[in-house]
């Protein structure tokens, strides 16, 4: 197990954490986008009521439920649609970065592309946390285009806690991306970023010139 | 007008320049986040096909429709739903920053917050560029939460072009932020951003150090 990873027992037995459980619902697709880029994969994240990236789960109470159970309960609020995901979709547990009690859960799950686009069609029309915890739910691109845009793109946004390592860790392990090609589009992910840095400073520009007209 | 704008009537007779029409659509909301931080506002932007945040819109070719039209036709195949956009909800005209031949007009459309759920029904279900130009729609949190995050870790994100600088200079066109707590909220978003820095390059190394093992 890689550093900072711990069993699922361990994790259960530590007293005090508090646990919270998020899963990575995909599967494949015959697709392409524009006629002719193979989309191969289709993986959901969602935006966040703070604004940041990150995979459909919450917390999750040990002691009045079973992991899997309190992350179905999560799904149902955020998706709309009663998802079951069992302990064989467990992929690993590990302490987050922000904190040593708090234990995340990383789940993952194949489904089929029509039940992917159901969950999609839900999360924006019968699920009760839309406009509340869940801003929207996106498609993570697996693609690179030929502008260079795509997944480095995707990857360039900000994340909650470990959610960017989760889904690099499980497109490597469920060999959605070849690790060569993952490695270039985070090497133009960082350059996607420091573009950013320039943006970010020109809005503040703005808005200090703003602030002073108003 | 601020540097790089320019009038409706001088970009329709720039010669040989192509034409990006995007609207933001937004609405006012009396919902509270977990029943106690104020929304005010849902506005839309989408995740890209290239990975990147950026509003509803496309190219259009004056020789064929006019700016509007071409903008309607665009909604229509992004949202799944015919949104009329006139020429009274254009807000202005500037040449991209990557391109001087490239002219960027901005549209900005108030809604009832039923046509907004409305709009994001449709683009999961009915919109033909759903899965392929538009990985989803999300709304753009506009309060600041508790820990600091929201607005801020949002425009932390990559956008395409300028959706950013258009998001920030809307927002303040219309009073939707106060340019004091806008200000804050964009010194927040480069703090994100710096964070978001190291997160990455702690990805590009497991990544590196995956590629050895498999």
Request: proline fraction near 3%; include cysteine; charged fraction near 25%.
């Amino acid at each position: 197990m890689a550093s900072g990873q711990l069993s699922r027992a361990e994790a259960l037995a530590c007293a005090g954490c508090r646990h919270a459980c998020h899963v990575m619902l995909y599967s494949d697709t015959k697709t392409q986008l524009f006629g002719k880029i193979p989309i191969k994969h289709i993986i959901l994240m969602q935006m966040r009521f703070d604004g940041l990236l990150g995979f459909p789960g919450g917390l999750v109470n040990p002691a009045e439920e079973t992991l899997e159970g309190g992350l179905g309960r999560e799904l149902l609020e955020e998706l709309g649609v009663a998802i079951p995901v069992s302990i064989e979709d467990h992929v690993d547990s590990c302490y987050a970065p922000e904190s040593s009690r708090l234990i995340t859960h990383f789940y993952v799950k194949k489904m089929e592309e029509e039940q992917i686009r159901e969950v999609e069609r839900a999360a924006a029309s019968t699920a009760t946390d839309h406009g509340q915890e869940v801003l929207g739910m996106v498609r993570v691109p697996l693609y690179v285009t030929k502008g260079g845009g795509g997944l480095s793109s995707f990857l360039s946004h900000s994340f909650i806690g470990n959610a960017r390592s989760q889904l690099v860790d499980a497109v490597l392990r469920f060999n959605l991306v070849d690790p060569e090609e993952l490695h270039k589009v985070l090497v133009c992910s960082l350059k996607t970023h420091a573009h950013t840095a320039e943006d970010l400073q020109a809005a503040l520009a703005l808005t200090e010139a703003k602030r002073k007209r108003f």
